[in-house]
């Protein structure tokens, strides 16, 4: 299939072809027949990624901040190569399409194949969006005009903010594509409306609807405009769906609102307030949040958990509902408003009208309307010559994020080796990493990894949950493995991995150990023979507690799914089993609190001792990594993987790496000759000796 995607980094906008996207349990895949462009925010995002490095910077002050933060804690080179590979990443343009449904999730009640429906998904032939992302359209709307249900949803939600009633006057500023509608909106709650942009002809459209719009570019004050239609009393509420970087349209809006009167952001504006301009009326001020409630709540996008309709009237679905049922009783009319249509072949065409064309207000995409063929269009090749495979491994990846592309595939950077397949869920991380790392196929089909007998060698780079399962499947399926870290999430999964017979590698992404630092610490330590004490800090850093790593079911918390590491570097450093652990978390008794902040404790066979500490409430500017060593009368201490220092040491002082070195590229490369040799880089019993230790760390933590 094909989507249109943008590119941040040179600002091309292009026509890519895709694998279809696999479909969760609670998603649809709708084959797409219409889109909308939506002026204001495509325009925005093809405008920003055509900016230079500094204009981008000046627009996103927030992030300078971060860079900034991060050159200090891991060097300049690293931080550069992190903002160039965040940059290169495309993004996937459009959010208001209609189309019909080809297959739907095994826990999908309420929808069938055949169903006529508008969703948020982008502009694609085919896309694969959550239940409760999507709405059937009535049989007497047609599916151009039902295309446009999203984009008049973001207007709905400022809407059901000011919350109107009969009579009342509202003002709406600028009257782009979601301006427009939501004129017509207001109007159909019986209120007085009156609207104004700086185009005459978006003012023309307006007032074909029976709007009181005015033209403020010839000089008409909109205030006392306000002031004089409403017989001087000003506007109940005003809603602003302008996109300026000034802050006028919020001090205009104070200004023609009567006392107590509601101003609500739809659009993009500039936010300096006055105070005195809001004090002395008591005006409230909100901002919209797009479509309506469940927006950014993974429980209600991803998970498909509805919100009760007797707690929460009006959900995102609810919204697009809404919106349906008005087009069917013709209280809404989008058809001027379509100002250009291009065939989805011509998309690019259709950019090019947006950037250059102000006037253009609704560009709608037309889909051709052949069928998909479900089971050949899971995968697509990327290149054709195929390399010699002789005594080199095949590999194929699953996951194709952020690790993927920053870390494993340049580790791989001039060893030998075959790059078969990569798989991603959506297929647009594949291709696009597989384009970049010379893959010869991209999917969305795990099993064109498991099962693929030219593949001997995979690497499993999903989120936490999948882990054990992939890892399974790839053993009886006679794959090696790399796992990164946590090889699973519970000790039921892991006693299921240990009865699997393998003579293959499992192998999980414990770099750490494989860092030049610690391959040093370690060699330095072997000749001291007295027990060791091991002091390892982290500074973590906060995570939203809503962020999937904090999700026990799909994360696991953020010591199985991170702190696991550590405990491994202690082991790894001691040189000696596990004997106890003990661990405790910050926070009152009974209190609920987060993984994140935990002192960890163990203590070995050989009588070494080493404590963990895990902090998520430091400040990033401060090095996220430091592991001391006391033994023998002697010290080590290594400062964020690059300097490492030693005290009382006949014939050390220093060892210092020009960058941050964490092992990532060495143990990798160990992985892959391990594969030709047979010789797994770390010992399979240590792999569970530290994921079982995990797991009694995290149940004293869990009561």
Not at 447 to 456: F, L, M
Not at 457 to 466: N, Q, V
């Amino acid at each position: 299939m094909k989507i249109i995607q943008q590119n941040l980094r040179d600002g091309n906008t292009e026509i890519v072809t895709l694998p279809i996207a696999s479909i969760k349990s609670n998603e649809v895949l709708i084959k797409v027949e219409y889109s909308i462009v939506s002026a204001g925010t495509e325009r925005m995002l093809v405008n920003f990624s055509k900016s230079n490095y500094l204009q981008k910077a000046r627009q996103q002050p927030e992030k300078v901040k971060e860079v900034i933060n991060k050159i200090k804690t891991d060097g300049l080179q690293p931080t550069i190569n992190a903002v160039k590979v965040k940059l290169d990443q495309p993004i996937q343009l459009g959010y208001s399409n209609a189309g019909r449904i080809i297959a739907v999730g095994k826990d999908v009640k309420d929808f069938r194949v055949g169903d006529r429906v508008v969703s948020n998904g982008a502009h694609a032939e085919v896309v694969s969006v959550s239940k409760n992302l999507c709405a059937k359209v009535p049989d007497n709307v047609n599916l151009d005009q039902a295309a446009f249900t999203v984009i008049s949803s973001i207007g709905l939600q400022g809407i059901r903010l000011i919350k109107p009633t009969l009579g009342e006057t509202v003002v709406v500023t600028g009257l782009g594509l979601i301006g427009l509608l939501t004129v017509q909106l207001l109007k159909a709650h019986g209120c007085k409306v009156i609207a104004s942009d700086f185009d005459q002809q978006k003012v023309d459209l307006a007032k074909s609807y029976g709007i009181d719009a005015i033209n403020v570019s010839n000089g008409i004050d909109i205030v006392d405009y306000v002031f004089m239609r409403t017989n001087g009393r000003g506007a109940d509420a005003v809603l602003i769906t302008a996109s300026t970087q000034s802050s006028d349209p919020i001090s205009q809006a104070a200004k023609m609102s009567r006392k107590r009167g509601r101003i609500v952001l739809v659009g993009v504006t500039g936010l300096e307030l006055n105070r005195s301009e809001f004090y002395e009326k008591e005006l409230s001020f909100q901002v919209s949040c797009s479509y309506g409630p469940g927006r950014y709540d993974s429980n209600y996008e991803e998970k498909g958990q509805d919100y009760p309709i007797g707690f929460v009237r009006w959900t995102e679905q609810r919204n697009f509902e809404a919106i349906l049922d008005m087009m069917s009783e013709k209280k809404i009319d989008v058809a001027p408003l379509i100002t250009h249509r291009y065939k989805f072949e011509n998309a690019v065409d259709a950019y090019s009208t947006l950037s250059e064309d102000k006037k253009a207000i609704g560009i709608l995409l037309e889909y051709e309307s052949e069928g998909v063929d479900l089971d050949t269009s899971r995968s697509v090749p990327l290149i054709t010559k195929l390399m010699d495979v002789k005594g080199v491994p095949s590999i194929g990846i699953i996951g194709a994020g952020n690790y993927t592309n920053q870390t494993l595939l340049p580790a791989m950077n001039g060893v030998e080796v075959r790059k078969h397949t990569i798989v991603s869920s959506g297929g647009m991380t594949s291709v696009h990493v597989g384009k970049k790392h010379g893959f010869e196929r991209a999917s969305t089909d795990t099993n064109h990894v498991i099962k693929e007998s030219d593949i001997n060698a995979m690497f499993i780079t999903t989120r936490h949950d999948s882990h054990a399962n992939i890892t399974m499947k790839g053993l009886e399926n006679g794959k090696h493995v790399f796992v990164e870290k946590p090889l699973c999430l519970s000790r039921e999964e892991l006693e299921k991995i240990k009865t699997i017979e393998h003579k293959q590698i499992l192998m999980v992404g414990f770099n750490r150990r494989f860092s030049p630092h610690i391959v040093k610490m370690k060699g330095l330590l072997a000749t001291v023979a007295q027990p060791k004490s091991i002091i390892i800090t982290v500074n973590a850093g906060e995570i939203p507690a809503d962020h999937w790593t904090q999700d026990l079911k799909v994360g696991g918390g953020r010591i199985i799914g991170e702190g696991c590491h550590f405990i491994d570097l202690a082991r790894f450093l001691a040189d000696s089993k596990i004997l106890g652990v003990q661990a405790i978390k910050m926070g009152t008794p009974g209190e609920e609190v987060l993984e994140d902040k935990v002192s960890m404790q163990l203590s070995f066979e050989d009588g070494s001792i080493a404590t963990i500490m895990y902090l998520a409430n430091g400040n990033k500017s401060f090095p996220k990594e430091r592991i001391e060593v006391f033994a023998g009368n002697k010290v080590l201490a290594l400062d964020n993987f690059k300097v490492l220092e030693g005290y009382g040491w006949k014939n050390f002082s220093k060892f210092k790496t020009r960058t941050q070195d964490k092992g990532h590229t060495n143990g990798i490369k160990a992985f892959l000759n391990g594969v030709k040799s047979g010789q797994s880089p770390i010992p399979l019993e240590e792999i569970y000796e530290v994921t079982e230790a995990t797991f009694d760390i995290v149940d004293q933590l869990r009561g």
